[in-house]
């Protein structure tokens, strides 16, 4: 005859979650708080870190980009030229053409209303907007 399964105890075992951490916001959230209301010299701090990390992230990132794209065009034209691949220009040169006019009415959709929030922004928050274009410039340099 067929046995009937062990019969577990009605008490489970739960994992007991710790939501302090929900309530009172993450770590950074506490640090930070709401940065508009804190001290010029908090403001312009955080601006100025969060600015370089950008800045130095971008230039990173974009000297990669660079060189990724540089890398295959010129693998291209070598291989173009090596007579391994051919490269039909007049229909790159049309699907170039339909990106930048389908990216040029893209942007002239977003681009008015960024640069309205943006200024917004910058002119509410103008010590943490300068730290963060300061940070950002230094960023950029180093």
Not at 96 to 104: C, I, L, P
Not at 110 to 138: K, S
């Given at each position: ?15 007991v ?8 916001g ?7 708080g709401d ?30 980009a660079?060189?990724a ?51 917004e ?22």
């Amino acid at each position: 005859m067929d046995q009937a399964p062990d019969i577990e105890s009605d008490e489970e075992e739960f994992e007991v979650l710790d939501l302090s951490e929900v309530r009172n916001g993450t770590w950074l959230q506490r640090v930070l708080g709401d940065v508009s209301k804190a001290s010029v010299a908090k403001q312009i701090t955080v601006g100025g870190a969060s600015g370089w990390c950008a800045g130095y992230l971008f230039c990173k990132v974009g000297k990669a980009a660079a060189a990724a794209l540089g890398g295959s065009l010129l693998l291209l034209q070598i291989a173009n030229y090596q007579g391994y691949i051919k490269i039909n220009w007049r229909k790159v040169r049309k699907g170039v053409d339909q990106a930048k006019k389908r990216f040029g009415q893209q942007a002239n959709q977003t681009v008015p209303g960024l640069v309205e929030n943006v200024t917004e922004f910058a002119g509410r928050n103008l010590f943490l907007a300068g730290g963060f274009a300061g940070g950002f410039l230094l960023g950029l340099a180093s």
